[in-house]
């Protein structure tokens, strides 16, 4: 009898294994039948049962089409039916697809994050006046807080203000500004602040669970 037993890794290789190894004997079957009327008819079953197997996704849009793709998959593109979609072929399937670019546009003040760019992008398309005004100094404050995220000490207005001029092609310029920005120390106490709220709310709630599991008599 143990000289009679099977294992997994001896056996055929399953292309999609979630339908299991008798569907893939079943598509296997199907390539050897002579007549492309007997391929046909046991296509369509196999479709059917492969759709019964997955009955979550029968409200899928194209949820056919797709189960047509993967029987001519699992039959290694060799079985030769009529398809109401139109047939995949191998090399599409093998195709590598193109290297992904990673959305980094300026990869020198990495620490402000992209979506300060974006908004002084946004910022250069205004007309001037007191909205551009305001808008340009909520977006050097927010830069100020996160240099101070990435280097506790303090940091002069001066460098915000260089960073934001360079960032935004020398059109967003503070450098002759007499307003000053958000104070360093406010902008931590404000983040040492939520943190501290955070870990009380986790406090509180730990010593809610315990005193539900403490039996009162």
């Not at 039916?81 to 003040?109: A, G």
């Amino acid at each position: 009898m143990i000289d009679n037993l099977e294992y997994n890794t001896e056996r055929e290789h399953l292309i999609i294994p979630e339908y299991g190894r008798h569907m893939q004997k079943m598509i296997n079957h199907a390539k050897t039948l002579e007549t492309k009327e007997e391929r046909n008819k046991v296509a369509k079953a196999i479709i059917a049962v492969m759709g019964n197997m997955q009955p979550h996704l029968r409200d899928v849009p194209d949820f056919q089409h797709k189960l047509w793709d993967q029987l001519f998959i699992m039959s290694n593109f060799e079985l030769d039916v009529d398809s109401p979609y139109e047939i995949p072929t191998k090399e599409i399937y093998e195709e590598r697809p193109d290297p992904l670019e990673y959305p980094q546009n300026f990869p020198k003040y990495r620490f402000y994050g992209n979506n300060i760019k974006t908004m002084i992008d946004v910022a250069n398309t205004w007309e001037e006046g007191e909205l551009k005004e305001a808008l340009t100094y909520t977006i050097a404050n927010h830069m100020k807080k996160c240099f101070l995220n990435w280097n506790k000490d303090t940091v002069e207005d001066a460098v915000i203000f260089d960073h934001l001029y360079e960032l935004s092609g020398g059109k967003l310029n503070l450098k002759d500004s007499d307003e000053d920005l958000s104070d360093s120390t406010s902008l931590l106490r404000t983040k040492g602040k939520y943190s501290n709220n955070n870990n009380n709310k986790k406090t509180h709630q730990k010593k809610n669970t315990n005193n539900r599991q403490r039996k009162r008599y």
